[in-house]
């Protein structure tokens, strides 16, 4: 349908992207952390010796032959151990920013409602554990130091809360239950933003619920009362849905809150799925596990190699990757893990010119790796070399800048031939790059593509 056919209240207020120095900001970070730290680190996907199959940190959910029978109760009584005596928040923020990361996604609150800040609306949280402290606070002054900025992610699935209730409520009581559920909500949301003034953004989730889908209203109302109480707070699309139900994007099509927020573990095949839009893209190291599972032997765990390339995927397509991180039950990031960022963050330091501030090219994807572009410098980061160490790549005619020179890492100049095909009808031109005999294609590599001033 042509945009806006349909009236609707609790639809998208905005088209287009925001163009306010804080999303400014947003657009350039291309590279950020999550972390998934709660209590669903103690038992680290195992219980009672049983290894279970999903995401460690939805173990409380799962009930079955494995579990005794007050076990939920159990897994709610874990927070009375939780003792992280390891836990070195600046430790951590020296960690993210040098794998390169310019923000950090911290979960406050998972689905199981544990918080890890002492909110006031509820028992259940850090200040009750024998560790005491405030994690939150100390992640937010941490990382803040190291200039990497803090995005609180917040679950609307609270497991622990009484009122909560998973799909609409059945009687009357559990619609009183739920009111009060969400006054929680709001209490606990206002707490953060008015405990923690630096964070940027609120990171949603837990929203698909069909109890939260029906609250368009009311959660329209909290967004646009958080943005008062913040002005520039950055808010993605899994926070609510419109009167009609949709979710991300209202029933005209158009976006709900700042950025698209349902890449999860994927990312879009092409810039036509999200053209013109603000995209974010949160990924596992191993294939599905955000909290901290101690058995990481059985999965196929990504290497920095391939993080790096998801990494120029996501720039390449005007959207920024956030690479989980799962600390253990001592506040400890696995060794996996900090290798991993490690490695990354030596290649994007070599090579940040390709990642930060650059963006989409307007040219089709080369078949050796992704286009990031600035101003008149084009970067072909390689991660799939030909045999004959000849690079071919079709720029079309109407392209706005010719390529004049190449240049590898930072100083190196590169043959480049034009070839003129001179097949009829034929859109491109095409740029022969001879990379050096002895090129290491074990690693990825920067080509700088120097192009003329556009007309
Ligand atoms: O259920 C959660 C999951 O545990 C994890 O937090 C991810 C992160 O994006 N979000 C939910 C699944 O979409």
Not at 141 to 157: C, H, K, P, T, W
Not at 330 to 359: C, D, F, H, M, P
Not at 422 to 446: C, H, K, R, W
Request: hydrophobic share 35%; glycine share 8%.
């Amino acid at each position: 349908p042509a945009i806006d056919t349909i009236p609707l209240k609790y639809g998208s207020h905005r088209t287009g992207n925001r163009t306010d120095s804080v999303m400014q900001r947003w657009r350039s970070y291309a590279l950020g952390q999550f972390i998934h730290w709660g209590v669903y680190a103690i038992p680290g996907g195992h219980w009672e010796d049983k290894s279970y199959n999903g995401a460690a940190e939805w173990i409380r959910s799962w009930s079955g032959n494995t579990a005794p029978n007050d076990w939920k109760n159990t897994y709610d009584n874990l927070y009375k151990q939780f003792n992280p005596t390891d836990f070195n928040a600046a430790k951590w923020a020296k960690q993210a920013k040098n794998m390169g990361a310019k923000y950090v996604i911290f979960t406050t609150k998972h689905h199981d409602g544990f918080c890890m800040w002492p909110s006031k609306y509820t028992d259940y949280t850090i200040k009750n554990t024998p560790y005491k402290k405030d994690i939150v606070k100390q992640v937010v002054d941490a990382y803040n130091a190291e200039g990497v900025d803090v995005y609180l992610y917040f679950s609307i699935i609270d497991w622990n809360h009484k009122g909560y209730r998973s799909g609409v409520p059945k009687t009357p009581a559990d619609s009183v239950a739920y009111e009060d559920f969400k006054k929680f909500t709001r209490n606990q949301l206002i707490e953060l933003l008015t405990k923690y003034p630096t964070a940027k953004g609120l990171w949603f989730d837990g929203t698909w619920d069909a109890a939260w889908v029906k609250q368009s209203k009311f959660a329209d109302d909290l967004e646009k009362e958080l943005r008062k109480l913040r002005p520039g707070l950055i808010i993605g699309s899994r926070f609510r849905a419109d009167e009609y139900g949709k979710r991300h994007f209202d029933s005209n099509g158009k976006m709900m809150g700042d950025y698209e927020q349902g890449w999860e573990r994927k990312l879009p095949a092409s810039i036509d799925v999200v053209k013109g839009r603000d995209w974010d893209c949160v990924m596992t190291i191993p294939p599905n596990q955000w909290g901290y599972n101690s058995d990481w032997k059985s999965s196929y765990i990504k290497t920095a190699n391939d993080l790096t390339n998801m990494l120029l995927h996501a720039v390449s397509m005007n959207g920024n990757l956030v690479v989980n991180f799962g600390p253990d039950g001592k506040g400890n990031i696995r060794t996996e893990e900090g290798q991993t960022a490690e490695k990354l963050g030596e290649w994007v330091k070599q090579n940040s010119e390709a990642i930060y501030g650059a963006r989409y090219s307007g040219l089709p994807k080369p078949e050796y790796g992704y286009y990031t572009k600035k101003d008149n410098k084009l970067y072909l980061t390689v991660f799939n070399s030909p045999v004959n160490h000849i690079l071919r790549l079709p720029i079309p005619r109407s392209y706005a800048q010719k390529p004049i020179k190449a240049i590898l890492g930072n100083q190196q100049s590169l043959p480049l031939v034009v070839t003129d095909m001179g097949m009829s009808g034929d859109a491109n031109l095409y740029y022969d790059i001879t990379l050096p005999e002895g090129q290491n294609l074990n690693q990825p590599f920067v080509i700088t593509i120097e192009l003329n001033q556009s007309k």
